[in-house]
Structures are given as structure tokens and as C-alpha cells.
């Protein structure tokens, strides 16, 4: 498995994933420089911004191989398709678990404090995009085009909020149970216009809620995601 994982860092190439990363931290040095709100707030907007690049580097983590060609040497490996997608997934996991790690690390360094609830805020924050790595792994197996996998991903993590407030608005609240109002924690951080919002459109966004179906959600997309890598046609 370790080989596996290893091997889909190796497709993605780790200079690109380490240059990403070191955008964030330039990201915050600037955040620093220009604002004079708390940092460790600000840190939370970042949050967004790894789904999105999530989505770029590892949308065509299966799509790609489909188009080359390479999909096919799967058939000629002893090893279980249900542990190549895991590793593929896992490897999703590691890059978004350091670079979260790293950001915390350079928000205390920069804002020369250390709190401990800043950490388990900011690892709750990001559930969303565990769930991201998760739907643009499935994204990835169900299509065949690497650009529509990415696409519909980052455009799901940009407008989802969006797309739910239109529901919302001509009173169809059954999005409200769904993971679309969920893909950006930072709105629980205003507590006034989230009040505001669920007392005006008659719902009941809240953090709990949404941590539950991230979370189901995601175990469903995983699911069904590798059900069809295992029983994918190597000619599709």
C-alpha cells in the first residue's frame, strides 16, 4: 500500500504539490503584511483555496490514466483495483492533512501565539475539503474527460453555497440536508448573518448538521466510487 501511495505522489509530482504549499505560506505572509485583523481568523479563508487546487492537481488521478492508456496496466498488476483507489484516495488525504498542518504551523509563527482551539477549529473547517478530495476522486472514475472532472469540482465548491440559497429562496429546503450548503464552514464564523439567513429562508444551517452529511456523504461517494473503479471496462 505505502508503494502505491508513494506512486500516485510520484504521477502528481512532488515539486508541484511543494510549490502549492508554499504558495499558502507566502499567502499568509501577505495576509500578515496587508491586514490588521487577527491572523488566525483570516487563516480560515485559505481553507477554500485547498479544495480548489485538490481539484486541479488530482481530477484526472484516474480520468488521465483512462485517456493515456495507462488504466489498462492494472490488468497486469496482482493487486486489488479496491487498493489502488484507496491509495489514491489516501494520497488525496496526505497532501490536504500537511498542507493544513503547515498552515497552522506558519499562522502561530506569524501571529506569535498558539491556541489549541484554533487547531481543532480549523481541522473541523476543513471536512469540506476531505470531502472534495473525496467527490473529485469519483468525479475522476466517472468520467472520462479530465477537464469535466475538474471542472464540475472546483465549480461545486465555488457555487454550491449559491446554488442552495436559489433553492432556498423559491422554498424547495430539502438542499438543506444535502451536502451542497456545507462546502465552506467559514460561513458558521458569522454568526449574525447565518442567524439572519436561516431565520429569513426558513432553515437550520448549522455546523453539526453539516459535519454529519459531509461526513455520510462522503462514506456514499467513496462507496460508489469504488465500486466503479472495480468494475470499470478497461476499453472504456
Known sequence: MIKLINN???KIKKSKLLFSQLLFIITLF???????????????NLIPFIGIIVSIFYGGIISSEIENGTFRQYLTKPIKRWKIYLSKLISIFIYI???????IIFTFLLS??????????????????????????????????????VGISIFTLSFSLIISQIFFGININIFEYTFLPYLDFSL?????????????????????????IDLFTMIIFYILGNRKFIKKDIKS
Open 8 to 10: 500516485e505522489f510520484n
Open 112 to 149: 506569535k501565539t498558539f491556541e489549541l482551539k484554533h487547531i481543532i477549529k480549523y481541522f473541523v473547517y476543513s471536512i469540506p475539503i476531505y470531502f472534495i478530495g473525496v467527490f473529485t476522486l469519483y468525479l475522476s472514475t466517472k468520467f472520462k474527460s479530465v477537464s469535466l472532472s
Open 30 to 44: 501577505i495576509m500578515k503584511k496587508l491586514s490588521d485583523d487577527n491572523l488566525l481568523n483570516l487563516s480560515y
Open 97 to 103: 492533512t500537511i498542507t493544513i498542518i503547515l498552515i
Open 188 to 212: 458558521f464564523n458569522d454568526k449574525i448573518t447565518l442567524d439572519n439567513m436561516n431565520r429569513e429562508l426558513g432553515i437550520n444551517l448549522n455546523i453539526y448538521k453539516g459535519i454529519v
